[in-house]
Nanobody, 123 residues
């Protein structure tokens, strides 16, 4: 499975961006998908996760009510809608996928497949 992110960019505080992650491979629909971010000098942290059926979603507390994760299995794509962006949201954003939905969804080692990342800058 290959994952390719897009949609990053620069935005002013309070603005919005929508990230997309498109997967190759026909079994994408069986995977749970997560979004992570990593700021310079910091650990990679889970931002949101969605299960294969889109009926279970979790968010990191600091993005709850501002970010929305969704997926379109017909397009092999997962999205992260980011609203009310803050300077502290500045980071490289990565999508990740794995067959198993784990309780430790916010840890990088819970995912087998990773994209290359897309930069988000809020200033």
């Amino acid at each position: 499975v290959q994952l390719v992110e897009s949609g990053g960019g620069s935005v002013q505080p309070g603005g919005s961006l929508r990230l997309s992650c498109t997967a190759s491979g026909s079994i994408y629909s069986q995977y749970c998908m997560g979004w992570f971010r990593q700021a310079p000098g910091e650990d990679r942290e889970g931002v949101a996760v969605i299960n294969r059926f889109s009926d279970v979603k979790f968010y990191r507390d600091r993005v709850k009510d501002r970010f929305t994760i969704s997926r379109d299995n017909s397009k092999n794509t997962v999205y992260l809608q980011m609203d009310s962006l803050k300077p502290e949201d500045t980071a490289m954003y990565y999508c990740a996928g794995d067959y198993t939905f784990r309780a430790n969804w916010g840890r990088p080692d819970a995912y087998k497949y990773w994209g290359q990342g897309t930069q988000v800058t809020v200033s």
